[in-house]
């Protein structure tokens, strides 16, 4: 019996079958390469501290202009159009496998017993306390402005820890629901602008900063003669699988990542199954585009619970060698977060600056208020919390709570290229810890405009106004309150 096949196989010469992943990629490296060479040559640049993936991120962004001025648009050029939309999705995995790679790390207690631990209670009240403060001031702003601007909706101001503290990927999805479910004209526009002012923030005052640490010869610049060599250990150790058999154990650590993200997206869709057949509109609305707004924080999840499986297995001595190998795992996220710094840079759609009077002048207090306000509560709280690692852990928090945690990376990475400290880590702990105390924060964005257009400086407004305030109060004391046991001991000595 003859049997036909009735799909006809997409030749290799269709463009959008099989390189509309792999031009964006290439053109991401190729501007990497370059912004580096800029780095290196340049005496401006290279004085100035930029990190080489910003330095990317800002030239990609103006090359992507320059073409779409001196050609039109893109119509006529699917590589262009498919380069401008896929840059997201780039922006979105690889936040996500950066964490994994860092969060697969293992420590070594007998070779750390000096070196620097994390707090990670501490840094989700950290994170957590960011929001808050950024809410607070982002809604006492735009209720004053809502009242001068009738364009300016009152609850706007909580897209301020979304843009700078989340991203644009959450500012994207709040601004979103503005504007279709409580009528705020350009919400979505209005949440992308603030993120794009986050990125700003996050290089001018990580830059500024690094400046200080450099000319008070508090640091040494980690990239000024290259990159620090690996050591043998790094490599290569006795329990672990050798680097080259049967497999390769740079792909051991590739597959390792690759599985616990499919782990995560069956998570994800198996939650989202569940949200769609509950029929409950604020869940299907509101919470569903968080989840998948979340991707990263549900990775560390699964992470954690992998790790704990492997620690299983060899403790029952099913699994003799070690499979996860540290040096490689950080070169995996290196790339991850380069990735990830240039593709959501390049992403930036600048006309979604132009929204009318009210809307502008909004942008522009909320952006200089929340980098000045940012940076400030972020040093005080560095200095007082991160005792031996203040510069790396402000640069990191500051890179994150202004821009993305790859902005934190990429700030860290001038100070702690090989992630010594456990800034790097803090970062991760802190995303997972903070969901515990910031999901009152989650709730407030799907209640804050209950209100409505007809009155709009209503209980819900003022009510999640106050919530905030209370919150922000009663987490900062816990933040910043010693523990009691260091101060028995102190008494003791």
Known sequence: ??????????????????????????????????????????????????????????????????????????????????????????TYHTIAIGFIALGLKTIDKAKEENVLTGKPLKNGLFIVCNYLMQGILGLVITIGLALIFTEVAPFSGVLLPMGYGQGPGQAFNIGRIFETAAGFVGGTDFGLAISTLGFVSACVGGVIYLAILVKKRKIKRAYIDGVSEPQEGDVYSPEEIPLVESIDKLTVQIALVGVIYLATWLILFGLTALINNSDVAFLINSVKPLLWGFNFIFAIFVTMAFKQILKGLKKAKLMKRTYTNNYMLNRIAGVAFDIMIIASIMAIDLQKLSSGWGLVIALAILGIVGAVATYFYDLYVARRVYKGYENEAFLAFYGMMTGTASTGIALLREVDPNFKTPAANDLVTGSTTAILFGFPILLITGIIFNDGPDHPFGFWLFGCLAIMTVLFLVFHYFLIKKPREKKIKAAKK
């Open 1 to 90: 019996m003859m049997i036909s096949l009735t799909t006809t196989p997409t030749p290799v010469w269709d463009y959008n079958a099989y390189w509309d992943f792999i031009v964006p990629i290439g053109i991401v490296f190729l501007i990497l390469l370059l912004s580096n060479a800029l780095r290196r040559k340049v005496k401006f640049i290279r004085n100035s501290l930029m990190p080489t993936a910003i330095i990317g991120g800002f030239v990609g962004l103006g090359l992507k202009y320059l073409l779409e001025w001196l050609f039109g648009g893109y119509a006529g050029f699917p590589e262009l159009t498919a380069v401008n939309e896929l840059l997201s999705v780039l």
